[in-house]
């Protein structure tokens, strides 16, 4: 209890403004005492420039008082001092403000203690300590407390510097008393408090609608998701069974090709050996009219007549066959003939898909061909063969088989630009927005809600939704090429690619490749190469990776899975220095 008394003696004489031991005490005309520096200070703070107040009951004097020593109070100070008083703490009730805390206004020096209310007449905010004056002094008692805040002066009238505490409906504002007698007289005028309670009233009614409206669009939404559900069951179904129906007729028709191939085959056959027969004929006879005519040539030159004469007569009766057949060569107009045909055949493919798409989008039947106006039967079946033909090659041309070669997957090559909107800011962008280099100077991009904040990484415009394939060049350390949804995070470390279910990443450092989804990592083998190759075929849900030397392509890792939103390319790039660029092929 004697401890208690000690502390409670102590508070008795402990500055309101540094809460220590009064020192050098100096009592002012209301009677509150202050340490002389203390009391000094708060009067020269620029807020308080020509207005002197006693700091706890807000007494004000015209002239700034002259201060005088109170020599007992320095006294009992130092007796306090002697008895070892001053060990115990005079700020058991307060704490120091921590960040983000409303501070007392009162407090001076680097033990500003967290407020704990802030009075709305005075428009200051007190901790425990300075707060006490409100509860001891009948005038300080009808001041209005409230929780501790630091928006204390929007409370306040900007024109009259008076507490807020009316409403405006005329110019629907806050207002104070004075703002009635000038600005806003002769308005319609309520308490802030009876405005508050009959805008409390209409808002329960929003929020109640509000809330009727969103159960509404709950259930809308659920039967639109059943909805969908069942559509995509029957798209499915459907698929299936299109899919098995074209997969027979497509081998039908490779049966047809093939018989084709060994008919046309055959044919090729006899014609070549037949030609190769008469070739050799040819041959022969060349050479027994050459000997024969060296022979000729070499007796135009003998001097001796009789052995002219003798000779003559059998070099010259010697005969050649001339059954030789003629040999007969396919006029240019032939391959003419066929160009116009294989041209036809693709007009009227050109006009069968558009009319098929055609009645796929609009759902509407496919009208029957009318016959030929002149009623020939030949061309009517020579117009229905050209259409089947039509058809077949379609069928084909949609049997696209997975690309083996470079070649192959050049036909799906497409241009990508990278996205300044969605680049970290240690990453700069050039060759067109094509190439892409991590700095340790952060880049002047503006605030977008689409720019990734946390990792290091950037994403392309173009969506991707067919069958696509692009190659990115990368050199140095540490580069991720990756395909993502767009609706990946964007603030946090969950962004990275490959870490969630959003995206599919391939990992390419000097020590090799790994691939990752979902922060499952797989361990990749293949070439080492600084150009990777990315094949997409949205529709089938696989997603190939390539390691690409010269025009070599060798597969490193494929994902097999069902995508449900476009894809973007993105690259994510590790330390500085690190670049990547994507690479014109076309």
Known sequence: MAQQGVVLDQDQFCC???????????????????????????????????????????????????LKRNNMLAEVVEKLKETGGAQAAPSELTSPAGPGEVTCDLCTGPRKQRALKSCLVCVVSYCQTHLQ??????????????EATSGLQEMIC????????????TDQQCICMLCTMDEHKGHDIVSAKAERKEKLDKLVLSQQEVQ??????EKELKELQQDMESFKRSGQAVEKDSERIVSDMIRSIERRRSEVKDLIRAQQGAAVSQAEGLLERLEQEIAELGRRDAELEKLSHTEDNIHFLKNYQSLSSTSVSSDVPSISVPPLQYFKHVTEVVSELRDKLEEL????????????????????????????????????????IYLILQHNPEPKTRADLLRYSCQLTLDPNTAHTRLSLSE?????????????????????TKSYQVLCREALSGRCY??????DRNVDIAVSYKDISRTDLSASFGTNNKSWSLCCSRGGYMFRHNSVKTAVSGIQSSRVGVYLDHKAGTLSFYSVVSETVTLLHRVQTTFTQPLYPGMYLGFYGDSAQIIKLW
Do not use: M
């Open 16 to 66: 309101s403004i540094c809460l220590d031991l009064l020192k050098d005490p100096v009592t002012l005309a209301c009677g509150h005492s202050y340490c002389s520096s203390c009391i000094e200070g708060y009067w020269d703070k620029d807020e308080q420039k020509g207005i002197y107040s006693c700091p706890q009951c807000r007494q004000s004097f015209t002239l700034r008082p002259a």
């Open 133 to 146: 004056p409100h509860y001891q002094f009948p005038g300080l008692k009808k001041h209005k407390l409230v």
């Open 158 to 169: 900007s024109s009259h510097d008076k507490l807020l505490e009316l409403f405006c409906r």
């Open 212 to 217: 009727q409206r969103v159960q509404q669009r």
């Open 353 to 392: 898909i558009q009319r098929a798409c055609s009645n796929i989008s609009t759902t509407a039947p496919t009208p029957v061909p009318d016959p030929a106006p002149d009623g020939n039967i030949v061309t009517t079946k020579r117009s229905t063969l050209v259409v089947f033909l039509a058809l077949v």
């Open 432 to 452: 067109e927005n094509r190439k892409v280099t991590c700095l340790e100077q952060r880049q002047p991009y503006p605030d977008h809600p689409e720019r990734f």
């Open 470 to 475: 692009w190659e990115v060049e990368w050199k």
